[in-house]
């Protein structure tokens, strides 16, 4: 479980996360959403330990993030940020392989092998695992480094923005194995994400937040609603009930 | 097997930069070699020819271990000031404590490369265009800026001719006694080859390597201490040696990726290999007279590098 009591993240005179207290729940998709500069990427930042909150705490597993060792906690949640222009000349399988690197520090166990070829095949890119990541299109990468958070096999996966620069057709792709992960694996995944329709569809729980605070945290479909939607954007919705799932038309 | 082939072709070069010289000394003999000739093996032709490897290996892993760290393919020690730092602080060592052993020499070039390799990070760090030319432009700048302070101390002290003549490395002068440093490049090669894993890793950025459990400082400044300490050891015994450690990194980058714990090996090999062959190369050109090994290897490196350039763009 991760739980946040009273974060607070300033630049300057600039409050970015005002007061933050959420727990999330465990084995659930829950997406983070909010207008830019609400601070969605800040507080998702501070989970992962890779932005310092100058207030409050962070428990992950009962135990505060500050009394993890790197390694350790590197077992337990992973984070994809918006990703990732890399100069970097590596294949699928090699970038594939740095998710072990908490457990095995780089020196690849038989287990360390499974995973990976596991991971390669989740995201189905089997087919390019030894193809450079350079020559992959956009969506392709995504996926790669997908498959290396997958392969780093943490309880928490904390994504920023993972349909980023993606077509629809790819984004569904993602948002399905996200699914999948959450469903088969059991994994908690926290997702800060723009588009309305696709928090609507895949996730369990939204957290919506406005000026650097949580104004609303609840299942998908206490959130998906006119008048909460209305407060957490300033524009008007209307929603659409299709196959049980709630659709937003904000398009008028 | 390629590493085969370059290893073969690595001990071939060897031996055969071992019986180039004023004095014949033939391979053929070696059993019927006189006290003289055996002399002027161990004094003088091995020692510069496990110079020109350890050189040659030295200067190419840290250039590739600097392209890695700062994910940019044109940083070297040529392009980032570490070689002028080197530079000043032997200058330095000359004015606080003259007649010092190379030791000293090597304390100071370190300190103030460390020092320099910093700075320019933290002013890559700013640059908000990083542009694949553009920080190695930088890097430039800082050398010439780091230069011109050696200068300036030079010229008070009236040493502009000595300082003059460190810019161009030198394998003539390598006698037995007095290159003995350069030795430290070796286990920092075998240091290297333990955490290319973690330099490829914290390459990727902070960020990521927080992700993977890496503690990204200590392994910054693990990189930047392996680099110091090499190219330090090499300006004091050596000199500069321009372009290497851009080249064969960025050659082996394109043939096999940027996987450092595999690639290192070749890396490694192939700047000995090609150290070797500017050596031969220089010292049979004009033979029994040498041209000096800065001016093969920037030649042939200077070419390569500008071929290299084209095709990036």
């Known amino acids: 479980m991760i739980k946040t009591t009273n974060i607070s993240k300033q630049y300057g005179d600039k409050i970015v996360v005002d007061n933050v207290t959420i727990e999330i729940p465990k084995g659930k998709i829950t997406s983070l959403i909010g207008s830019n500069g609400a601070g969605k990427s800040t507080l998702l930042g501070t989970i992962a330990r890779i932005i310092n909150a100058n207030h409050g705490e962070i428990i992950i597993n009962e135990k505060n993030i500050t009394d993890y060792k790197n390694r350790i906690l590197a077992q337990e949640l992973s984070i994809l940020k918006q990703m990732n222009h890399l100069d970097l000349k590596l294949t699928v399988k090699e970038l594939v392989s740095f998710g072990r690197f908490p457990y095995s520090q780089g020196r690849l166990t038989e287990v360390d092998h499974l995973k990976i070829k596991e991971a390669i095949a989740f995201l189905n890119l089997t087919e390019l695992e030894n193809n450079y990541l350079e020559e992959l299109s956009g969506g392709q990468q995504q996926r790669a480094f997908l498959a290396m958070v997958v392969a780093q096999d943490t309880d928490y996966i904390l994504l920023d923005e993972p349909l980023n620069n993606l077509d629809m057709r790819h984004s569904v792709q993602i948002m399905k194995t996200l699914k999948d992960l959450s469903v088969t694996k059991n994994k908690t995944i926290v997702m800060v994400i723009h588009d309305i329709n696709f928090a609507s569809y895949y996730s369990d729980y939204i957290a919506a937040m406005k000026q650097g605070k949580l104004i609303h945290f609840n299942t998908t479909k206490n959130i998906i609603n006119p008048k909460i939607l209305k407060e957490i954007y300033d524009i008007d919705f209307e929603i659409i009930e299709s196959n049980n799932k709630l659709i937003c038309n904000y398009y008028n | ?313």
């Open chain 2, 1 to 313: 097997m390629r590493i085969l082939t370059l290893l073969i072709a690595l001990v071939f070069l060897s031996i055969l930069s071992l019986f180039i010289g004023v004095k014949e000394i033939s391979i053929v003999d070696i059993f019927s070699w006189t006290d003289k000739e055996w002399l002027i093996m161990t004094i003088s032709r091995l020692p510069r020819t496990l110079a020109l490897i350890l050189t040659g290996i030295g200067i190419s892993i840290c250039g590739l271990i600097m392209q890695q760290m700062t994910q940019n393919k044109f940083v070297s020690p040529t392009t980032a000031g570490t070689l002028e730092a080197a530079k000043l602080g032997i200058l330095a060592t000359l004015i606080f404590i003259p007649q010092s052993a190379s030791i000293y020499k090597l304390i100071f070039a370190f300190a103030i490369t460390f020092l320099a390799s910093i700075i320019f990070l933290k002013i890559a760090d700013s640059i908000k265009h990083k542009s694949i030319i553009f920080i190695p432009v930088v890097g430039l700048l800082f050398g010439g800026v780091i230069n011109s302070i050696t200068t300036f101390f030079a010229f008070q002290f009236n040493i502009v001719q000595d300082v003059g003549t460190w810019l161009i490395g030198d394998f003539s002068g390598i006698l037995q006694g007095n290159y003995e440093v350069i030795y430290i490049c070796l286990p920092i090669v075998v240091l290297t080859y333990f955490y290319a894993n973690k330099f490829t890793v914290i390459g990727m950025g902070e960020n990521f390597s927080k992700n993977l459990g890496l503690n990204y400082r200590s392994i910054l400044h693990l990189g930047l201490l392996c680099v110091s300490l090499s190219i330090s050891a090499i300006a004091v015994t050596i000199g500069t040696i321009p372009f290497l450690g851009l080249i064969i990194p960025n050659i082996i980058s394109l043939l096999y990726g940027d996987n450092l714990r595999q690639t290192l090996p070749y890396t490694a090999i192939s700047g000995a290999i090609f150290l070797l062959i500017c050596d031969i190369v220089g010292r049979l050109i004009i033979f029994p007279f040498e041209v000096p090994i800065g001016m093969t290897v920037g030649l042939i490196g200077g070419i390569v590098f500008l071929i290299l350039l084209l095709r990036k763009k």
